[in-house]
C-alpha cells in the first residue's frame, strides 16, 4: 500500500536544500528519551557521523509517582546537541527534527518555562488514575473512545495526567499557557512556538487520528481549552526556525529548521524503513517493542481487547500500532546481575561482552530447554490477555526439574522472551496485521544467538539492519524530508535502508517450538490469579 | 495412649541380659539403605560408640529398571558391621537388629542366595505397574485393599514386584524358595532362618495390619503360596542366633541374639520417642518423610485419598503413617550446584558448611522471600493433590521480579520445602493425626535457619533431638528390647532420648505464613495440567 505514496508536502520548503548523497550536508536527529538523551548528526546517505548522549533520572517525590524535569532535560539535550555538533560547522546541518518519549507531560507558560515536573507514562499517583479512568467509563464508551484516537482506555495518555492536574492543582492548571509533551517543549524551546506531530499526540488519547487533528468531541468532554494544547502537525514538518536566544543556547545556526518529529517508536521504525505493511520493528532494550504499519485505521474492537493502539505514523497517512512488554532484555540482566558475577569477571579480563558469554552458555542446551519454561515477566506483563497492562504479573520459572543447570535457564529465559513475543506477533495477526519480517534493534539486536532463537521460536525472518539509533536515524530521515534532503519517504529509506545479517527459521524446530507455544500460552492464564493473590499478600505488609 | 502400653513380651528373652544403665554391655543397630548400608554401635545409653558405613550402587539395566544387588548389600553390610566392632570385644554385643529399606524384593533359595536382584520400590519397569494396577482394580475395591493392607493402591509395595516376576520371568519365579525384603534376607544370612517385622512386612502390600499376619484373602487372590513369605513377627522379638557361619563372615559372636527390626522410618521414629501421638518425626534429608504414630489403624477413605499409608509401627500395637516428597534438600542441593560455585570454593576454604553459608544468605531476605515461591517438585511431587505421587509435576519459582535476588530465591527454597511439609501435615491431620511437635532428624536438621523457617512456616515447634542416626538407634533399641536389655519401648526411650534444641514458630510472622501458605495451595493445581502436557512434550521428543 503505501508503498510510493507521496508524502504530505513540507511546510516550509528550503529552496536551498539539494539533493542528497554525497552532499556536505548533516542532518541533525534527537532522541529524548526516559533516562536520557541523544543527538546523532547523520549524513544524508544515513552513516552516523557525531553522536552525544546525555543521562538523567526519573524522579519519585511519593511511592509510584515518576516524574521528568523538564529543565534538567532541557540542558542535557542542549548538551548532547553541542557534542554532536562540536567537529562540524553547524551552519552545514540542513535541519534538526527529533524523536521524543510518549505520553509524559507538563504544564508550561507563554515562554516555555514547565511550572511543573512533566508526569511520565508510568506514573500511578492517586491509585493509577482510577477515578479519572472510572470518569471516562461514565462519559463515553471505550470502544467510541477507541475509534477516535485508537488509544485502549488506559491510564498513560497525557491527557490523564492534565486532568489529574486540573482536579489536583487547580493553581497550577490555571496558570498554564499549554500542556506539552517533550516534542513541543522542545521545539518551543528551539523556535519559540511549539507544534507537536500527529505521531506524538496520538499518544495523548485527545487526537482524532482520522481527521488527525485535536478531537472537538473530547475537549467538550473533558472541558479542556483547544488553546491549551500544541498546534498538530504531520511529522516531518518545518515547524520553526532555531531562535536567536536558543542559538545561543546550543551552538546550532539562528534560522535552522526545526522539523516536527514523532513518538520514539514511530521514528523508530521509520528509521528501519516501517513504512508499509508487512515488515515490522522490533526494539529489544530492557523492554521489548514492536511496531507494524497500517495503511489505514484498524479501531475494532478485537484490537482494544488485546490493547492494541492505532496511532498515527511518523509517514502522514500510515498508522502505526504498537505492541510492548516490558520484561525483554531486563530478564537477561537480571541472570546476568545475579547469577553471572564470574562470566562478567571473565568478559571483563577477555575485553568481551558478557552477554555474549551468557548467550553461548545456553547455546549447549538443548531447544526447547529441557522442558524448563520462563513466563518473563519480572516487571510486570505488557501484553497477552487483557488486561494488557498487569502490574500484577510477575515472572515464573516452570518445569524445574534436577537435570536443568545454568545453561538450561539461560535458554529458558531466551525462548521465553521469543515466546512472548510470538503472542504479541500471534495478537496483531488475528487483527489482520501482517508481520511477514522483524526488522530487529536495540540491544537485544546484537546478539546473533538470540535473533536465531527468536526466528526458531516464532518460525519467523529476523532482520538485523545496519542502524545504531534507530530512533534518532528516523528523526533526521524526518528532518531530510522537512528539508528537502530527500524527495519522500521511500526515496529516505532507499538512501539510508541497509542490512546486516537475516535470521531464518530451522525448520527442524518449528514442530517443537510449535508445541512449546501451545504450552507456553497456557501459563500466564494459570498464574494470573495466584499473582493478584500474591499482589494482595504484599499490599498487605506494607 | 501409647505411654505406658506393655510391649509384646520378646520371644527368646535373654535370661543373662541385665536392666542397662552403665552396663558394659552394647547393641548393634544396622541401618541398609537405598544406596549405602551403616551399622552403629551403641552404649545402652544411646550414646554411640562405634560406626561403620558402605556403599553401594543402585543399577539400571535398562531405563526406568532400578535394582540392587543383593550380594553386594551383603558384603557391604559384612563389612560395615566389621568396622563396627573392630574396637571392642564383640561378645559385649547383647544384640543386633536392623533398619531396612521398604518395598525391594528378592527371590532367594532355601540357602537365603538371590535368584534375581532386588527390585526396588522406584522400579518402574513395564510402564510402571499398569497392567498390574489394572489387575488389582479388577480383582477388589481399593478402599477393602486399602483397609486389610493400610497401603493406597500404588506400583511400590513388593507385591507388584512379586507379580511381576511371577509373570514376567516364570523360571525365576518357579526356583524361588521364598520372596524376601532386605530385613529378612539379612536376619536369613545372620541365622540361617529369614523373619520379617510386621513393620518391614506393611510395606509389601500382602499383610493384613489388624490381625498382623499375611492376608490369607490377597494370598488366594494373587494365588501365592504362603510359604513364599517369611515368618512374620512384631519388631523387637529374637528372631535367631548368629550362625557358625555368619560368625566367621561377620565377626559377631556365634549366638548372638538378631532381633526383628522394622521399615526405616519406622526404626527412625523410635529412635527419636515417636511412640505415641503427638510428636512427628520429620526426616529431611535429599528427600523429606513425616512419620505418626496412632494407636489404632486409620483406613479411611480420606487417608486413602491423600495417599497416607497405615503401618504397623516397630511398636506392636501402634500403627505408623508415613508422609513424603521426594523433592526436600535436593532442591538446596541442585541450587548449590548450579550456582554456588563461589561459596562452595569459599566455604571450603575456611572449612565450614556450603549450606550454613547458604542459610546464612537466605536470611538476609524478608520472612516470604518478598513474594517469591517455590514449588519444589524438581524431583516430582510426592503428596499433595491425588494422584499422590506425580511424577510429571516439576519445580516452579513463581513470582519472581526484578528485585528478588540470590537470598530472595534461598529463602524461597527453604519456605517452599517448608509450605510443602505444612501441607503433607494438613493431610494427615484433616484425618485426625495430631502432629503437636516435629522431630527433626537427617541433613536438613544441622540447619537452625531451615528448622526456624520450618517452625515458623509451619506455626510448630520443631525439636532437634540428640541423633545422630536415628533409624539404626531405633533398630538398638529393638536390639535392647529384645534382649531385656530395656524393660520396655517407654524405658527405653526414656533412657536414650535427649533434645538438643528447640524451634518455636515467631508469633508476628504467623499471619504472614498462614496467607502465603493459602497461596500456596493454588500453585499446584494451577500447573499441574502444564506439566502434564510438557511431559507430553518432552516424551514427543524421544
Not at 562478567?344 to 575485553?351: C, D, I, L, V, W
Request: hydrophobic share 40%; net charge negative; charged share 20%.
Amino acid at each position: 500500500m503505501a508503498q510510493g505514496r507521496t508524502p504530505v508536502p513540507p511546510q516550509g520548503h528550503k529552496e536551498e536544500g539539494v539533493n542528497p548523497i554525497g552532499d556536505p550536508l548533516f542532518l541533525l536527529g534527537l532522541d529524548v528519551g526516559t533516562s536520557g538523551c541523544r543527538s546523532a548528526l547523520y549524513a544524508p546517505d544515513g552513516n552516523m557521523v557525531a553522536f552525544g548522549y546525555r543521562e538523567y533520572s526519573e524522579y519519585s517525590p511519593k511511592p509510584s509517582w515518576v516524574e521528568l524535569d523538564p529543565g534538567e532535560v532541557w540542558t542535557k539535550v542542549r548538551g548532547c546537541i553541542g557534542e554532536s555538533i562540536a567537529d562540524i560547522d553547524p551552519g552545514e546541518v540542513a535541519g534538526l527534527s527529533l524523536s521524543a518519549l510518549g505520553e509524559a507531560v507538563m504544564p508550561i507558560d507563554s515562554e516555555g518555562n514547565h511550572l511543573y515536573p512533566a508526569i511520565t507514562a508510568y506514573d500511578a499517583r492517586s491509585s493509577g488514575y482510577g477515578d479519572i479512568l472510572k470518569w471516562w467509563k461514565g462519559e463515553i464508551d471505550p470502544l467510541d473512545l477507541f475509534a477516535i484516537t485508537g488509544t485502549p482506555l488506559n491510564s498513560m495518555p497525557s491527557v490523564n495526567k492534565v486532568l489529574w492536574i486540573k482536579e489536583n492543582m487547580p493553581e497550577v492548571f490555571e496558570k498554564a499557557n499549554k500542556f506539552v509533551c517533550f516534542e513541543d517543549f522542545i521545539i518551543h524551546k528551539l523556535t519559540g512556538r511549539p507544534a507537536i506531530s500527529h505521531s506524538m499526540a496520538s499518544r495523548t488519547m485527545m487526537l482524532d487520528i482520522s481527521r488527525r487533528d485535536w478531537s472537538e468531541e473530547l475537549l467538550d468532554l473533558t472541558d479542556l481549552d483547544g488553546e491549551l494544547l500544541s498546534r498538530a502537525l504531520p511529522s516531518g514538518c518545518v515547524a520553526g526556525e532555531v531562535t536567536g536566544e536558543s542559538s545561543g543556547e546550543t551552538g546550532l545556526p539562528r534560522g535552522m529548521p526545526v522539523v516536527t518529529g514523532g513518538h520514539d517508536q514511530a521514528c523508530g521504525s521509520l528509521g528501519v524503513g516501517v513504512i508499509g505493511e508487512g515488515p515490522v520493528m522490533d526494539a529489544s532494550g530492557s523492554v521489548e517493542c514492536i511496531a507494524a504499519a497500517m495503511g489505514k485505521p484498524v479501531v475494532t474492537e478485537q484490537m482494544m481487547g488485546f490493547g492494541q493502539c492505532c496511532n498515527c505514523h511518523t509517514v502522514e497517512g500510515l498508522y502505526l500500532t504498537l505492541g510492548f512488554f516490558p520484561s525483554s532484555g531486563i530478564v537477561l540482566r537480571w541472570y546476568r546481575d545475579t547469577f553471572a558475577e564470574r562470566e562478567k569477571e571473565e568478559a571483563e579480563r577477555r575485553g568481551v561482552d558478557v552477554y555474549d558469554a551468557l548467550t553461548a552458555e545456553a547455546s549447549k542446551a538443548q531447544p526447547g530447554a529441557s522442558g524448563l519454561m520462563l513466563l518473563p515477566h519480572l516487571f510486570g506483563s505488557g501484553t497477552g490477555q487483557p488486561p494488557t497492562l498487569n502490574r500484577n504479573s510477575r515472572g515464573a520459572i516452570i518445569g524445574l526439574s534436577m537435570f536443568h543447570n545454568r545453561a538450561s535457564i539461560i535458554r529458558a529465559i531466551l525462548e521465553g522472551v521469543a515466546l512472548e513475543l510470538r503472542r504479541l506477533l500471534e495478537f496483531i495477526e488475528v487483527c489482520g496485521i501482517q508481520a511477514t519480517e522483524l526488522r530487529a534493534v536495540g540491544g537485544g539486536a546484537r546478539s546473533p544467538v538470540w535473533l536465531q532463537v527468536k526466528s526458531n521460536v516464532t518460525n519467523r525472518t529476523f532482520i538485523r539492519p545496519d542502524v545504531t539509533e534507530a530512533p534518532s536515524l528516523g528523526a533526521a530521515i524526518l528532518a531530510g524530508v522537512g528539508t528537502g534532503i530527500y524527495r519522500d519517504f521511500d526515496n529516505a529509506i532507499q538512501t539510508v535502508y541497509r542490512e546486516i545479517s537475516r535470521f531464518e527459521p530451522d525448520p527442524s524446530l518449528v514442530p517443537l517450538y510449535d508445541r512449546q507455544y501451545e504450552v507456553y500460552k497456557e501459563i500466564y492464564p494459570a498464574l494470573v490469579g495466584i499473582y493478584d493473590d500474591l499482589a494482595e499478600l504484599g499490599s498487605c505488609d506494607n
